[in-house]
């Protein structure tokens, strides 16, 4: 047996020990607590029926009636004079709330819906403005594009009656030629490129 | 010597074939020195019949048909003329007559060189007018140049009309 198995039989029998003396003190301490004397307790009862005769329990009956419909009446009364002070002050509170936060809040609701009538009215000119521009712009585009479609187009077109009717020209020049009745455009013309022509000669 | 050469004159082949006959000629007169020295007889002048276009140049330079010093000076003249003048080529729907070569030869001898040399040649694709090629340049005054060159002026024209 080591030294383990030693201490662990020790603290089993110390525990039991540490048992057998608590299971005695409280057996001791129960015997203390029932030699004690217990208290008396005395039963009464009274029949409350018995208590008044038939005719004064009509009376008491009838002036708790009374009693009870004065008690709900003024219950009453100052229930409806308390909702009718609540409904002025609601009222009043209202109205004033109407007079104050509401008018405040309007007139700033008036404020920032003006502010922003004028805002959109400032963006909408913006807009307006640069839709003027821009269909000026686009009026001018279109209008050059048309002119100078058209210009291209005539061009065309004369170049092409140019050909024609250079064409035709020179064909109906034909071959009967009188030079005779040229030589006075040749001289001229000789004439006029005679400065270029004895240049190139001459070179 | 001066030569001065007719308007007739005016082809590089009228040059050289009055260039041969002159040539022809001169060895003529030689011959004819030749025999009149051998003969000791007075030199006569050839029989042989001169061209036009010889005589024209005889006469306009100024030397006589027997004088063989200066018919040699008018040849070494002229052939220098054939070497180094100036030639002008001339294009037109129809080939020229006379006069109108003649007074080309004229104009162009008046107001560009006095030894110009022309050829004339026919192009009737031109209409009329003239193209010439002178040196490397050609200058196209023909009818169908201009026609062509200027047809913008039609649609001008045109513009005007719709104005």
């Known amino acids: ?203 | 010597m001066s030569v001065r050469m007719p308007n007739d004159l005016y082809s590089p082949d009228q040059l050289s074939a009055i260039i041969l006959e002159l040539r022809s000629y001169l060895a003529q007169l030689h011959d004819g020195a030749v025999r009149a020295k051998t003969a000791h007889t007075p030199m006569e002048a050839p029989a042989t019949h001169l061209s036009a276009l010889l005589m024209g140049v005889m006469h306009g330079t100024g030397i006589t048909t027997t004088d063989s010093a200066e018919a040699e000076k008018l040849l070494k003249g002229l052939e220098a003329i054939r070497d180094k003048a100036p030639a002008v080529h001339l294009m037109m729907a129809a080939l020229p007559n006379r006069t109108l070569k003649r007074q080309l030869t004229a104009w162009f001898r008046a107001e560009v060189h006095p030894y110009t040399l022309m050829t004339f040649a026919v192009r009737m694709d031109i209409g009329g007018g003239v193209v010439m090629q002178a040196g490397s340049h050609i200058y196209d005054f023909s009818f169908r140049q201009q026609i062509l060159g200027n047809k913008q002026r039609i649609s001008e024209i045109f513009a005007g009309v719709r104005q």
């Open chain 1, 1 to 203: 047996m080591d030294s383990l198995q030693l201490t662990l039989v020790i603290g089993l029998i110390v525990m039991a020990i540490i048992n057998a003396v608590s299971l005695v003190w409280a057996f001791l301490l129960d015997r203390k607590l029932k030699a004690r004397p217990s208290p008396k307790v005395y039963e009464v009862h009274v029949d409350g029926s018995k208590v008044f005769k038939d005719m004064d329990m009509s009376e008491v009956e009838k002036v708790a009636h009374q009693q009870l419909q004065q008690i709900a009446s003024e219950a009453a009364q100052r229930l409806k004079q308390s909702l009718e002070n609540s409904l002025d002050e609601v009222s009043v509170h209202v109205s004033d709330m109407a007079n104050t936060t509401l008018s405040q809040e309007f007139e700033q609701y008036q404020v920032s819906l003006q502010a922003l009538r004028d805002q959109s009215i400032q963006e909408f000119s913006k807009l307006q403005q640069e839709l003027d521009q821009r269909r000026v712009q686009l009026t001018e585009h279109l209008d050059k594009v048309i002119r100078e479609e058209g210009e291209k187009r005539l061009a065309t077109f004369d170049a092409r009656l140019n050909d024609v009717i250079s064409s035709y020209l020179v064909e109906s020049l034909g071959t009967q030629v009188d030079l005779g009745a040229q030589s006075a455009y040749i001289f001229e013309t000789l004439q006029a490129h005679k400065d270029e022509i004895k240049r190139d000669i001459l070179a």
